[in-house]
């Protein structure tokens, strides 16, 4: 099972590297996605798939009877999902507003466009 899911994760990399060198800002966004997801797919791969108990401490004792599984991988997964989707959230309504004001996508394009100047964005002054 484990080998499965670690081919899973670096075919999820090799798509989410190839997606990352495409001109199209989305298909960067989405390689951006692609490869945090393989990223908590390794997180969970190296903190080993067990199906064990829950890690619950009986009371009276000190320590877990029995094998247990490790909660720290899936807290990590948990935290790097919650963060992952903020950012995918800015990154698209800022590809919004990069299409809204640029009607492109394409990172060549807008690299070769110009820069406006600070004095375009100033109100005129009445002299």
Same mark, same amino acid.
């Not at 009276?60 to 094998?67: E, H, K, N």
């Not at 590809?95 to 009607?103: G, K, Q, S």
């Given at each position: 099972?484990?080998?499965?899911? =670690?081919?899973? &994760? /670096?075919?999820?990399? &090799?798509? /989410?590297?190839?997606?990352?060198?495409?001109?199209?800002?989305?298909?960067?966004? +989405?390689?951006? $996605?692609?490869?945090?997801? =393989?990223?908590?797919? $390794?997180?969970?791969?190296?903190?080993?798939?067990?199906? &064990?108990?829950?890690?619950?401490?009986?009371?009276?004792?000190?320590?877990?009877?029995?094998?247990?599984?490790?909660?720290?991988?899936?807290?990590? $997964?948990?935290?790097?999902?919650?963060? /992952? +989707?903020?950012?995918?959230?800015?990154?698209?309504?800022?590809?919004?507003?990069?299409?809204?004001? +640029?009607?492109?996508?394409?990172?060549?394009?807008?690299?070769?466009?110009?820069?406006?100047?600070?004095?375009?964005?100033?109100?005129?002054?009445?002299?």
């Amino acid at each position: 099972m484990d080998v499965l899911l =670690a081919l899973l &994760a /670096g075919l999820l990399t &090799a798509a /989410g590297v190839y997606l990352l060198l495409q001109r199209s800002l989305l298909r960067m966004l +989405f390689g951006v $996605i692609l490869l945090s997801n =393989a990223v908590n797919l $390794i997180l969970f791969v190296a903190g080993r798939t067990l199906r &064990a108990a829950p890690p619950i401490v009986p009371d009276g004792l000190t320590a877990p009877a029995a094998a247990v599984a490790n909660p720290l991988p899936q807290a990590l $997964i948990l935290t790097a999902i919650v963060i /992952g +989707f903020g950012l995918v959230a800015f990154a698209f309504v800022l590809l919004f507003r990069a299409y809204a004001t +640029f009607n492109t996508l394409d990172a060549d394009t807008l690299a070769t466009m110009p820069e406006d100047s600070p004095a375009d964005d100033e109100p005129p002054t009445a002299d």
